[in-house]
């Protein structure tokens, strides 16, 4: 999730979203107002996933909630949800769930990480989300950026849990704690925790998903249908026609 040359531009016209194209090869600019037809509430899929999406309310590195997170609810395109369905299946069998804590994540959301990155440092969640790195550099070390493949609709940010709706697994960190510990074959974390995130990244891949290297949380579906656009819808149910 390296810096991206150019940021999504959008304005409010009289109440009504306005996106501005994207320069250079950015792809088609994003959406608004509402999901095309093949987002869907994961928790149609896939009801016994567990959901803390955390950027719907104040637990998450920002402090407050995030913008665009107008509900609690994880939204993916429909692929990403299934795919992530059988993989729950084949945890199941091992003894372990899924909890997501993101999903769809609108540009509005992004942006709003880059405005409080610029914010002065007040340290009120340094301590459980970035010890060790200065706020600003976030986006020059690969843990925040000026675009994310969330906005596509096909990445999930998950852990995993006991059984039957146990407990959140030791995976040696906490979510989005930015901290090279992260990266998915950290050797700062015990044994456990590295047996751990091997377990969810060999489920997930073997439904397509693929990790990033600064976040064992962190999976994008391979085969997602809109590599080139970044969604603004706001993340709702309305969003979907619901």
Known sequence: MRRSPALLAVAAVAGTALVLPLSGSQGPPAVTDTAPADFVALREVAPAIRQEMRYAGPHNFTGERVDGYEQAECLLTSDAAHALERAARALEAQGYGLLVYDCYRPQRAVDHFLRW??????????????????????????????????????????????????????????????????????????????????????????????????????????????????????????????
């Not at 990266?183 to 060999?202: M, N, Q, T």
């Not at 579906?221 to 590599?227: C, N, T």
């Open 117 to 242: 990155m610029e914010q002065p440092e007040d340290g009120r969640t340094r301590a459980e989300f970035y010890p060790r790195v200065p706020k600003e550099r976030l986006v020059e070390d690969g843990y925040l950026a000026e675009k994310s493949g969330h906005s596509r609709g096909s990445t999930v940010d998950l852990t995993l849990t006991g059984a039957d709706g146990g407990d959140p697994v030791d995976m040696g960190t906490g979510f989005d704690f930015f901290d090279p510990r992260s990266h998915g074959d950290s050797p700062d974390v015990p044994g456990e925790a590295r047996a751990a995130r091997r377990v969810l990244a060999s489920a997930l891949g073997a439904e397509g998903f693929a990790p990033v290297e600064t976040e064992w949380w962190h999976f994008g579906h391979r085969a997602e249908p809109y590599p080139e656009t970044f969604f603004d819808f706001p993340v709702s149910l309305d969003s979907l026609g619901r």
